[in-house]
T-cell receptor, first 114, second 113 residues
């Protein structure tokens, strides 16, 4: 079962920042926070991941609270092409452990509007 | 870099028939996953391979589903016999190792009538 809680849906105006929250209150010390998104009729696409420090790449920023019980994915300037389902996933990274697959929940359906 | 290739893109079969899906992962990726995504839900892992060995198949309905990854490259997922509830998108993903970023194919949409 997924160990994260996300809002079912969110709207965002084009050009504005989209802030997608995720709760993972039972996260363990060896678990990373991953974000994927899935555009309609496509497979999921990796966005970003982090352990405890904030992370930024060309797609997004990831803010993780100090207690690691929640995080926020930030798309700084949302475009219509960012309309998708966004999945927040906690994943252990013990490379010798078979239980490190990606376990998806229901995700947040982000609608970017003109 | 070529992505994960899957075929066919769409398949319609009658219940109790058999069907097979094919996946060609990104070159050099040792880990391969098959996921099932029912409409409106997130993907659910069916099976994970490391090279040609099975790492996790705990959620694979083994009475009707089977998967293999011969030579540690391409993989096939088979359903025999299909049920109406097997209607879903079947996604294949691959990564360099068990901890690596997973890259997904576009999926095969199966409709069982």
């Amino acid at each position: 079962d997924a160990k994260t809680t996300q809002p079912t849906s969110m709207d965002c105006a084009e050009g504005r920042a989209a802030n997608l929250p995720c709760n993972h209150s039972t996260i363990s010390g060896n678990e990373y926070v991953y974000w994927y998104r899935q555009i309609h009729s496509q497979g999921p696409q990796y966005i970003i991941h982090g352990l405890k420090n904030n992370e930024t790449n060309e797609m997004a920023s990831l803010i993780i609270t100090e207690d690691r019980k929640s995080s926020t994915l930030i798309l700084p300037h949302a475009t219509l092409r960012d309309t998708a389902v966004y999945y927040c996933i906690v994943r252990p990274l013990n490379v010798n452990n078979a239980g490190n697959m990606l376990t998806f929940g229901g995700g947040t359906r982000l609608m970017v509007k003109p | 870099e070529a992505g994960v290739a899957q075929s066919p893109r769409y398949k319609i079969i009658e219940k109790r028939q058999s069907v097979a899906f094919w996946c060609n992962p990104i070159s050099g990726h040792a880990t391969l996953y098959w996921y099932q995504q029912i409409l409106g839900q997130g993907p659910k892992l069916l099976i994970q391979f490391q090279n040609n060995g099975v790492v996790d198949d705990s959620q694979l309905p083994k009475d009707r589903f089977s998967a293999e990854r011969l030579k540690g490259v391409d993989s096939t997922l088979k359903i025999q016999p299909a049920k109406l509830e097997d209607s879903a998108v079947y996604l294949c993903a691959s990564s360099l190792g068990r901890a690596g970023e997973a890259f997904f194919g576009q999926g095969t949409r199966l409709t069982v009538v």
